[in-house]
């Protein structure tokens, strides 16, 4: 059985947390680039432009790519071989988050209350935490900072099965054509397809995390990634909302078995900046 430090979580939890934060991802900057290509609309070219320009600036100054610097989510896959020590994980992840918002001077916007007292945590945390037990003894965490004003725009929707294709489409674009122009375009969008009530949404999140322009295993949910793709795009919202071509970046949907009276659908929005950093013990 390998041993794992809470020392090591901590550490590795803090570096993520800032590298997230500063550094786009690669697939990110190619795909921004791409639509800059393909972008007509003035006003969207130069919203394109400057999250490039955003981006470079992010990087060489060592400061957030937005001044929203999210909650902290967490996806862990944990190697069933391996046994944490000197600690919780809730916790050590929390001193991670901790210490990456305060010593890295990222914006702390969690308060402990979401109703009444609404008073900040000071730290960013709690982090929202998702574990998942895998096979071996590696240790796999992935640090999402997830603004709110992306995860305002996303929705759920408990459809019938008689809906189809047709009724998840128009879903997801109803969703879009609502609230996404508050969500800072272009976008990433992760649907999920299937599962339950609590499930649905979770698939969609984790779809943010594949690579821009990767496509579904199966071919069906691939055409439907690309037919969701150019039915956002024809909304016609545009980089940050102006008007243009290039309203999403990409769309990415995952599915799981559900229930025989069931089609449950999540649409979980990311803004231009897809934050996430990943490492492994």
């Given at each position: 059985?390998?041993?794992?430090?809470s020392?090591?979580?901590?550490?590795?939890?803090?570096?993520?947390s800032?590298e997230?934060n500063l550094y786009?991802?690669?697939?990110?900057?190619?795909?921004?680039?791409g639509?800059?290509?393909?972008?007509?609309?003035?006003?969207?070219?130069?919203?394109?432009?400057?999250?490039?320009?955003?981006i470079?600036?992010?990087?060489?100054e060592?400061?957030?790519?937005?001044?929203?610097?999210?909650?902290?989510?967490?996806?862990v896959?944990?190697g069933?071989?391996a046994?944490?020590?000197?600690g919780s994980?809730?916790?050590?992840?929390?001193?991670?988050?901790s210490?990456?918002?305060?010593e890295?001077?990222?914006?702390?916007?969690?308060?402990?209350?979401?109703?009444?007292?609404?008073?900040n945590t000071?730290?960013?945390?709690?982090a929202?935490?998702?574990?998942?037990?895998v096979?071996?003894?590696?240790?796999?965490i992935?640090?999402?900072?997830?603004?709110?004003?992306?995860?305002n725009?996303?929705?759920?929707?408990?459809?019938?099965?008689?809906?189809?294709?047709?009724?998840v489409?128009?879903?997801?674009?109803?969703?879009?054509?609502?609230k996404?122009?508050?969500a800072?375009p272009?976008?990433i969008?992760?649907?999920?397809?299937?599962?339950?009530?609590?499930?649905?949404?979770?698939?969609?999140?984790?779809s943010?995390?594949?690579?821009?322009?990767?496509?579904?295993?199966d071919?069906?949910?691939?055409?439907?990634?690309e037919?969701?793709?150019?039915?956002?795009?024809?909304?016609?919202?545009g980089?940050?909302?102006y008007g243009?071509?290039?309203?999403?970046?990409?769309?990415?949907?995952?599915?799981?078995?559900t229930?025989?009276?069931?089609l449950?659908?999540?649409?979980?929005?990311?803004?231009?900046?897809?934050r996430?950093?990943?490492?492994?013990?």
């Amino acid at each position: 059985m390998r041993r794992i430090s809470s020392r090591e979580v901590v550490e590795l939890v803090k570096r993520l947390s800032i590298e997230a934060n500063l550094y786009a991802p690669i697939d990110l900057e190619e795909s921004l680039r791409g639509a800059e290509a393909l972008e007509a609309s003035p006003y969207g070219l130069a919203v394109l432009q400057d999250l490039l320009e955003n981006i470079k600036l992010a990087q060489d100054e060592k400061m957030p790519l937005c001044q929203d610097c999210g909650m902290a989510v967490v996806f862990v896959d944990w190697g069933q071989e391996a046994v944490l020590v000197d600690g919780s994980l809730q916790e050590s992840i929390d001193e991670g988050v901790s210490r990456a918002y305060v010593e890295g001077y990222l914006r702390k916007s969690v308060v402990n209350d979401p109703l009444y007292d609404r008073k900040n945590t000071g730290d960013n945390t709690p982090a929202i935490v998702h574990l998942r037990l895998v096979q071996g003894s590696e240790v796999e965490i992935t640090v999402v900072p997830k603004g709110m004003g992306s995860e305002n725009a996303s929705a759920l929707a408990m459809l019938s099965p008689a809906d189809g294709e047709e009724g998840v489409v128009n879903f997801v674009t109803s969703v879009i054509a609502q609230k996404g122009q508050n969500a800072c375009p272009p976008l990433i969008i992760g649907v999920g397809i299937g599962g339950n009530f609590e499930s649905a949404p979770l698939l969609a999140k984790r779809s943010l995390l594949r690579p821009i322009g990767s496509r579904n295993e199966d071919p069906r949910y691939a055409r439907l990634e690309e037919r969701l793709l150019g039915e956002v795009n024809g909304l016609g919202l545009g980089p940050g909302g102006y008007g243009g071509k290039i309203t999403a970046l990409d769309v990415h949907v995952e599915y799981m078995p559900t229930h025989i009276a069931g089609l449950p659908v999540a649409v979980n929005v990311s803004c231009n900046a897809l934050r996430h950093a990943v490492g492994r013990l």
